[in-house]
């Protein structure tokens, strides 16, 4: 053999010998839980790129083997042979809540490396951690009060009247809609924009700007779209003739550019009395009310008002696209909601922000879709020093047992794994919205926004919007599946809401529906 293929065998013996080396370590400080082997880690590259199979668990693996991962055990050791780092997977809250409840106490934290995206525009609520999160969250926590909640569902209901405006539906008996995920994107978007950022937008077309350039509500369109891509493409590549990266860097530097001028401007019209309650303005006012050792820089200001679009507008939209796909295979369930909305809204009165509460049926649809297909599909912490979990016994077994966590142990709550445990719900399979009727808004049963102080932050403005918008649309029409020939609605829902797959968030592919207009006696 020639020398360089000595070496070159030499340096990959050394390499096997250290992953098996490293792999053992790992395994046997964590084995308490059972083992499951696979090539890659799935959110790591090359995992991520393939697709789930038979014998490779790609980044949707969670939810293709959501009904055999924790047939057995709750809690499981996923070990990538090849690359990436084991860690474990659980299905169990109890457990959940010990690592992602984010007290100063925790000895789990999340990783810098996974929260690159979250970062781009500066640092934020969701992705500091101690007293940075404890700093930021004093400033943005205001933001999410009553007078943000009312903003959202008065701009959801003149969005949703706008959006029959000016698709056209007014007139129509029945609409086709191809891609229902194009106009849940389009309204998470715009609520986004006008609640979250304080700009003035609509279901129209966007007027040109007035220096001529990309209007604003464009950029964020733009920027909102390839957020992800511009993480992740080294900086040279945006340079290059490809219009869309071209686009996409004009509209990051214009928005970039336009926010700073923001900052500026609205600190001067909260110091002279502005009133606007969206949560940017909100968020400028407590930053001037605080102590100054307390008080967010400009940056910051920025990335929390980015984090309520990269944290809120997929999730939301998807959520709610899932929703509707639930109803148009779940007849009785839509009769049994529309009657509730018939008697708390009536056939003609503009829903109101008071009606919310009342509306508890139109909620429950909307957190039995979130529970089945959970956008916010994984949580992930590292433990920062050793420590222990408290793993209760399997159902039917009272009592927990004390499990050592060795520092650097990665651990992902499953939260497919959550939703379909039968610990925590029966027949997890079915869709029953009515698990959450009379269920109070805040309630921590719904695990799906996470529980204790990290759990999301925009829970409240996702279903103001989301019960809003669907009273005002099941009340207005009867939502039905776009079936192939000779197709069955039940084949049309085993097919359509079990396509579902993950880009960041998780959600169903995309879908036609078709509404028929009401007839209200
Ligand atoms: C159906 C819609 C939504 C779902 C399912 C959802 C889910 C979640 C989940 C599971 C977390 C915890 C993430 C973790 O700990 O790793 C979270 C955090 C967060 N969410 Fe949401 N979210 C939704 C909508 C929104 C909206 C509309 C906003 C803002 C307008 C928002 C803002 C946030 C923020 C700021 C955090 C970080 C909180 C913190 O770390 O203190 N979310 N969300």
Request: proline share 6%.
């Given at each position: 053999m020639k020398p360089t293929a000595v070496l070159l065998v030499t340096y990959l013996m050394i390499l096997v010998l250290r992953r098996i080396f490293s792999l053992v370590k790992v395994t046997r400080t964590t084995s308490h839980f059972p083992k499951l082997y696979t090539p890659f880690q799935p959110f790591a590259l090359p995992g991520a790129l393939l697709k789930t199979s038979s014998w490779n668990d790609g980044r949707d693996w969670h939810w293709v083997r959501r009904f055999q991962?924790?047939?057995?055990?709750e809690t499981v050791n996923l070990i990538p042979i090849l690359s990436g780092i084991p860690g474990l997977w659980t299905s169990n809250m109890d457990i959940g809540r010990q690592i992602?409840?984010?007290?100063?106490?925790?000895?789990f934290a999340k990783m810098d490396s996974k929260n690159r995206t979250l970062l781009a525009w500066g640092m934020n609520l969701a992705s500091a951690e101690g007293a940075m999160w404890r700093k930021h969250r004093r400033i943005v926590g205001p933001a999410f009060g009553p007078e943000l909640y009312k903003l959202v569902w008065k701009k959801t209901f003149e969005i949703y009247r706008d959006m029959i405006e000016i698709e056209g539906w007014k007139d129509r008996e029945i609409v086709k809609i191809p891609v229902i995920q194009n106009i849940t994107l389009k309204l998470a978007f715009l609520l986004i924009s006008t609640c979250g950022f304080g700009f003035p937008s609509t279901w129209a077309t966007l007027p040109q700007a007035a220096d001529g350039g990309m209007p604003i509500q464009e950029a964020l369109k733009i920027v909102a779209d390839n957020n992800r891509l511009y993480t992740f493409v080294?900086?040279?590549?945006?340079?290059?003739?490809?219009p869309s990266l071209r686009e996409a860097h004009i509209a990051r530097g214009r928005l970039s550019a336009f926010m700073q001028k923001q900052v500026i401007e609205r600190k001067g019209s909260v110091a002279a009395g502005d009133t606007r309650t969206d949560a940017f303005t909100i968020m400028v006012q407590a930053n001037q009310d605080e102590a100054s050792k307390y008080q967010l820089d400009d940056q910051e200001l920025i990335g929390n008002t980015f984090i309520f679009l990269f944290a809120g507008h997929e999730t939301t939209a998807n959520s709610l696209a899932a929703t509707l796909g639930f109803m148009a295979i779940n007849e009785v369930i839509q009769d049994e909601v529309l009657e509730q909305i018939m008697s708390v809204v009536g056939p003609d009165r503009d829903p109101e922000y008071d009606d919310y509460l009342k509306l508890d049926k139109v909620l429950a649809i909307f957190y039995e879709a979130t529970r089945m297909i959970p956008a916010g599909h994984v949580l992930i912490r590292q433990a920062t020093e050793d420590t222990v979990l408290t793993v209760p016994n399997p159902?039917?077994?009272?009592g927990s047992k004390t499990v050592p966590i060795p520092k650097g142990t990665e651990i992902t709550v499953d939260m497919v794994g959550v939703q379909y445990n039968p610990r925590y719900f029966e027949d997890p399979k079915t869709y029953k919205p009515s698990r959450w009727y009379g269920l109070p808004a805040d309630s921590e049963l719904f695990t799906a926004f996470s529980v204790g102080p990290r759990a999301c932050l925009g829970r409240k403005f996702a279903t103001v919007e989301a019960t809003c918008f669907l009273a005002l649309l099941l009340r207005d029409w009867q939502v039905l599946p776009f079936l192939?020939?000779?197709?069955?609605k039940e084949a049309w829902g085993a097919r359509v809401m079990n396509d579902v797959g993950i880009s960041i968030t998780m959600k169903a592919a995309d879908f036609p529906i078709k509404l028929v207009k009401r007839k209200h006696t």
């Open positions: 991962t924790y047939n057995k055990n992602v409840g984010g007290s100063h106490r925790s000895s080294p900086k040279w590549l945006w340079y290059l003739p490809f159902v039917g077994e009272d192939h020939a000779g197709e069955t």
